[in-house]
């Protein structure tokens, strides 16, 4: 369409639906990807990651997983493949620039002077009429390294949060990994490597690995035939497969009974892995996960050693444990530290402006309206930064709702009473999340978002046929097929 072009970012689960709505919505949108196929993080992930969610609760709500795959948490390779046949089914790989990696955008054609005194988002509250565009400034790898620039009226981010750009500690003078004798990685580079390359470079080495979340898990599952030693620091994680968790006036009770079945299931106090912080904190800043499998059988083995450490310093021989005079000896040491998400969102834009609105003040939350839309940046939509543990289908209705903007099937509140609902949902994430409120996690609150979601664009948040149902029954993919 003339005057109403779109450019997507990344070709991951939420870069394809960006791209599947738009186009039905009669838009012709250009996607590109810095990597040579789709998946996004999962095109580098280790052999023993699985999937978080049982399949039926993650699947698109018009392709199923095929019969072939029985595992009720898949694999990484039938994750992938599923994306995959998911994008060759709808044609969507004809839209999909590859090997072209966006290193900048920039909006062009309105002074930040005149944006600053206007009362709609981008001017008019439309996605598309005004005088601004944005530039893309793209490098394709495939044509040695060329960098273009090209136009759109409207941009879609879909770069993820946990991938890009990691998360390397900061450790004190002399104590860093400077002075190891062996080698350090983040897991970020161990996740690149194939499988065979990976097995190669741990084979028969002393593996310490730095970090207590999904990645360094799933890093101590693989290691632990090597000598792997796990370091978790406290406070960061709830071991266990349950993900699902209804917030209600007995939330406390609910809570309390669930931390007390958890203790009793696994063996966190002989470990000294109780967590500082709560089962509902942890569901509300989506800092909760599944175990791989055995992982406990290969702790009260002694293949994986969990330490707790506050202070984690390195020494020529491996790793100083805050409490302990000896070393952890180690060869190689792996950082499951995590990404910089913030700042690799802030790093795609030019302007100095948008670079503050997306980093917002050290004490609060990027301010997403509906956690799609800054009030305050015209044009731009980013899908995928807000967490969820159910979030395909989440991701489905963001890229609806998103889609019902790009075809003015509604129109935004004004820029000030949406500033005031991120402030709101700012305090929601305080109360709940605690010092971990900046992950935007939606998990304790996943049905009501989704319910925000429909109801702005016209739909009955009441998914269900009948009120008992809908009082007894989860919610899951199938419910938000079709509109109601």
């Known amino acids: 369409m003339e005057n109403r072009r779109i450019i997507i970012v990344g070709a991951g689960f939420s870069g394809l639906l960006a791209c599947k709505y738009a186009v039905e919505k009669g838009f012709h949108p250009v996607v590109f990807e810095a990597q040579d196929s789709v998946g996004g993080i999962w095109n580098h992930t280790i052999e023993s990651t699985r999937l978080q969610n049982v399949k039926e609760g993650f699947q698109f709500s018009d392709f199923p997983w095929p019969p072939s795959v029985q595992d009720v948490l898949p694999r990484n390779t039938q994750v992938l493949q599923y994306v995959q046949s998911y994008a060759q089914h709808l044609g969507l790989m004809r839209y999909i620039k590859f090997n072209s990696t966006v290193i900048g955008i920039d909006y062009n054609g309105v002074s930040i002077e005149e944006m600053q005194t206007w009362d709609l988002w981008s001017g008019t509250g439309k996605p598309f009429g005004s005088k601004g565009k944005w530039t893309i400034k793209v490098q394709h790898i495939d044509q040695g390294s060329l960098i273009k620039e090209y136009e759109a009226e409207f941009v879609i981010l879909c770069i993820g949060r946990f991938s890009g750009l990691p998360?390397?500690?900061?450790?004190?003078?002399?104590?860093?990994?400077?002075?190891?004798?062996g080698k350090v990685l983040h897991a970020m580079e161990y996740s690149a490597m194939d499988n065979a390359s990976a097995a190669e470079f741990i084979k028969g080495k002393r593996i310490a690995i730095v970090g207590s979340m999904k990645s360094a898990v799933d890093l101590a599952a693989e290691c632990a035939d090597a000598n792997e030693l796990l370091l978790h620091k406290p406070g960061e994680g709830f071991l266990h497969s349950a993900l699902a968790?209804?917030?209600?006036?007995?939330?406390?009770?609910?809570?309390?009974?669930?931390?007390?079945?958890?203790?009793?299931?696994?063996?966190?106090?002989?470990?000294?892995?109780?967590?500082?912080?709560?089962?509902?904190?942890?569901?509300?800043?989506?800092?909760?996960?599944?175990?791989?499998?055995?992982?406990?059988?290969?702790?009260?083995?002694?293949?994986?050693?969990?330490?707790?450490?506050?202070?984690?310093?390195?020494?020529?021989e491996g790793l100083m444990i805050d409490g302990e005079a000896q070393p952890v000896k180690a060869d190689i040491v792996l950082l499951a530290t995590g990404y910089k998400g913030d700042e690799k969102l802030r790093n795609m834009f030019t302007s100095s402006v948008f670079q503050n609105y997306m980093t917002g003040k050290p004490n609060s939350v990027i301010s997403l309206y509906r956690q799609i839309v800054h009030p305050r940046i015209p044009q731009?939509?980013?899908?995928?930064?807000?967490?969820?543990?159910?979030?395909?289908?989440?991701?489905?209705?963001?890229?609806?709702?998103?889609?019902?903007?790009?075809?003015?099937?509604?129109?935004?509140p004004s820029i000030k009473e949406?500033?005031?609902?991120?402030?709101?949902?700012?305090?929601?994430?305080?109360?709940?999340?605690?010092?971990?409120?900046?992950?935007?996690?939606?998990?304790?609150?996943?049905?009501?978002?989704?319910?925000?979601?429909?109801?702005?664009?016209?739909?009955?948040?009441?998914?269900?046929?009948?009120?008992?149902?809908?009082?007894?029954q989860a919610y899951g993919p199938s419910d938000y097929k079709e509109p109601i």
């Open 167 to 181: 998360n390397i500690p900061e450790f004190a003078q002399d104590h860093g990994p400077e002075i190891f004798g």
């Open 380 to 412: 731009l939509a980013i899908i995928g930064y807000a967490q969820s543990h159910n979030n395909l289908y989440t991701l489905e209705m963001k890229c609806r709702w998103l889609a019902n903007i790009l075809d003015e099937t509604f129109q935004l």
């Open 245 to 316: 968790f209804l917030l209600s006036p007995l939330r406390w009770g609910i809570e309390k009974l669930v931390e007390s079945d958890l203790r009793w299931k696994l063996p966190l106090k002989k470990h000294r892995m109780i967590p500082k912080h709560g089962f509902l904190q942890a569901i509300s800043t989506c800092g909760i996960f599944s175990l791989p499998e055995n992982f406990y059988d290969k702790v009260e083995k002694g293949s994986i050693v969990l330490k707790n450490s506050e202070v984690i310093g390195f020494c020529k």
């Open 418 to 472: 949406m500033e005031k609902d991120v402030v709101e949902w700012e305090v929601y994430l305080k109360r709940y999340g605690g010092k971990y409120y900046r992950s935007s996690c939606v998990a304790g609150v996943h049905t009501w978002y989704n319910d925000q979601l429909c109801r702005d664009i016209g739909w009955n948040p009441r998914r269900k046929k009948g009120f008992i149902l809908d009082l007894i």
